[in-house]
């Protein structure tokens, strides 16, 4: 722990869970496919079995390659401990079935991710736990709601797809005073552009199969934080079962070793696009949190390192109709409801992050029909700017 933070980002992604070699000297850490874990002594199987001793009983609930890719996020976030589950979801909703019980009240926001939002509107409800979600940009509201009281207070910023930034070291502050849990989902930023741990919160949530991986070849979910907390949600993903795969967790720390140049060209990229997009006639506005003229833009130069690979812009004619024929000229981008890959990813809010609302329920949320979100990928930039450019016109 002590020596945890003796390096910077990009070394840290690099070495952080792996300095030291593995079985049989590999350099590289081994897949182990291994369900369970054999001891031929009684003794020693017993020390593991109740957490004496360090060990590996049953792949369910801890996994060598697992372990390694869980380190490498504890150490990039700042974190005391970390603990993982199949999918981004797997882990929000460990966390926060783990922290609420009936009776309990969460605050959040609401552009919070699609699937995140539908826990709070349907199945904690259903638990009978109340759920208060305040408009994103309003931090008023959300204090004043904080203050009647809530055990758990959720973020997300940047948040999808309409790229809106919350205050964190702000709300952290207010949750804490509260005596709730502050959770914050830091997919969109990576931990290479901010550490929420780091501004005051508990918990940093990720979806591991956006950026992380960053080659859109693996799902995964890690959550980091104050270690009582890590073990209470580690218990119960343990017996939920929504277990992180070994194939994936490899996949998943192959990415990260070049997650810190990844990120820092998708930041540049990004900001390349949004400056080109913000001046295109066919472009109604970009959101984009590098742009000094985005409302969250003096919050994210406090908060995060660089803004990001994600932006959103809307398409002059404001219909459906002016985004899907913008989306189908592009040459250079998947049209996918995916994200944070090397390779260029657009699409529009009713097929990828709002996928389950209806258009009342899009346009209520403020999400605008003509929007298109953009993942911007690796690729050279001038490259991009000219696919933009002629799928615009
Ligand atoms: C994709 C995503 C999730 C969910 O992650 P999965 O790995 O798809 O389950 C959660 N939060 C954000 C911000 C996301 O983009």
Redesign the pocket.
Known sequence: MSNDQQYKPATQAVWAGEQRLFEGNATQVPVVHSVSFGYDDMEEWMDVALGNKPGHIYSRNTNPTVDVFEEKVRVLEHAEAATSA???????SSTLFTLLAPGDRVVSVKD?????NRLFTEFLPRQNVNVTLCDTMDEDEVEAEVAKGCNVLYL?TP??PTIKIVDLERLARVGKAAGAVVIV?N??ATPINQNPLLLGADLV??????FMGGHADA???VVAGKEELIKRIYGYREIVGGTLHPMSAYLLLRGMKTMHLRIQRQNENAQALAEFLSGHPNVERVLYPGLPDHPGHDIARKQMRGFGGMLSFIVKGNTFEDAARCLTRLKLARRAA???SVETIAGPPATT?HVECTAEERAAMGIPESLIRYSVGIEDVEDLKADLDQALR
């Open positions: 199949s999918t981004g979801m797997g882990i929000i919070t991710y699609g699937g995140t997300e948040t999808n989902d997919t969109f949530v990720h979806s591991a199969t956006k799902l995964g979910g995916n994200l944070g992050s």
